[in-house]
């Protein structure tokens, strides 16, 4: 039996309408709510264009939500999940993933797709800590704040707008 924990994820970015469904498809086969507690299954309704959209559920197989990380990522939308810590297992965290920007255009596989995603280490109240090897290894007070800030990632808004329509997309659209 896997181990597990309580995960909160929140996710944005521009994404076209004719995604919505295989997004909607993806959070509902994690078990995602809009509340810890569960409820309904999520649909078009709950996606509103201008704010992120913030998920979570209890006894999530090791923290994990790849259906749903693996679509964001595929098509560069930005989200930051947290997840709670597994006694003798695992410290808590948080992961973000920040879609396409100047760090992740640096950093593609080879088949040309953005997979950057940092991970730090959090507490169960999902406030960052740090360790003394990242601390020895960032080396410098600046450095380590700078390591703090990265992890403050706000989250973009979610947009759903027809990318064909829009000219101001062609720039950011993800590699495939």
């Not at 809009?34 to 999530?60: K, M, R, S």
């Not at 964001?72 to 948080?94: I, Q, T």
């Amino acid at each position: 039996m896997a181990d597990r924990v309580s995960v909160t994820i929140t996710l944005g970015g521009t994404i076209a309408p004719t995604l919505v469904d295989q997004l909607i498809a993806a959070i509902n086969s994690e078990g995602l709510t809009l509340e810890y507690e569960g409820g309904e299954p999520i649909g078009p309704q709950d996606l509103i264009n201008g704010q992120p959209l913030t998920l979570c559920a209890h006894e999530v197989a090791w923290g994990t939500l790849n259906l749903v990380e693996d679509f964001c990522r595929e098509h560069c939308l930005p989200y930051c999940r947290s997840y709670a810590s597994f006694p003798g297992g695992w410290s808590g965290g948080r992961s973000i993933y920040r879609g396409v920007d100047m760090v992740t255009a640096l950093h593609v596989d080879s088949e040309n797709t953005p997979h950057v995603v940092s991970e730090y280490i959090a507490s169960d109240n999902d406030e960052i800590m740090i360790d003394a090897e990242t601390a020895e290894r960032l080396g410098s007070y600046d450095a380590i704040m700078d390591y703090f800030a990265d992890a403050d990632f706000t989250v973009p808004p979610l947009e759903i707008i027809d990318l064909t329509a829009s000219r101001q997309m062609d720039a950011i659209v993800c590699p495939t």
